[in-house]
């Protein structure tokens, strides 16, 4: 199974280890599924944790290695062309801008 995770779940696995984001970090980790990720995806989570507001909950020594774990581990896709036309709010559009053509790539494969 493939997943892509929302920046703020991300954040919250980062900075917390308990509830249901370091669950689903967890779950990835133990293998039961592919996690993807994209350069944009990663720049958004490098620049959120960056911020002064995160340091009581995380350093920045380990912001670094969890970034470079997720970007070592995660399946990298491409970030795809601009779409201004699939939605007008800005998160969802990168959400979708990033994962549907790789999504629609795999699903196509795996159904044939």
């Given at each position: 199974m493939l997943a892509v995770l929302d920046v703020n779940v991300l954040v919250s696995a980062a900075i917390s280890t308990a509830g249901p984001p370091r669950e689903i970090l967890t779950a990835w980790v133990d293998g039961r599924f592919e996690l993807l990720a994209s350069p944009a995806l990663l720049a958004e989570l490098r620049d959120v944790l960056a911020r002064p507001k995160f340091r009581r909950w995380i350093g920045?020594?380990?912001?670094?290695?969890?970034l470079?774990?997720?970007?070592?581990?995660?399946?990298?896709?491409?970030?795809?062309?601009?779409?201004?036309?699939?939605?007008?709010?800005?998160?969802?559009?990168?959400?979708?801008?990033?994962?549907?053509p790789m999504l629609e790539r795999r699903f196509t494969k795996w159904s044939s």
């Open positions: 920045t020594a380990t912001a670094a290695e969890f470079d774990g997720l970007a070592d581990a995660t399946l990298i896709v491409d970030d795809p062309p601009a779409r201004p036309d699939l939605s007008p709010d800005p998160e969802y559009l990168e959400l979708v801008q990033a994962w549907a």
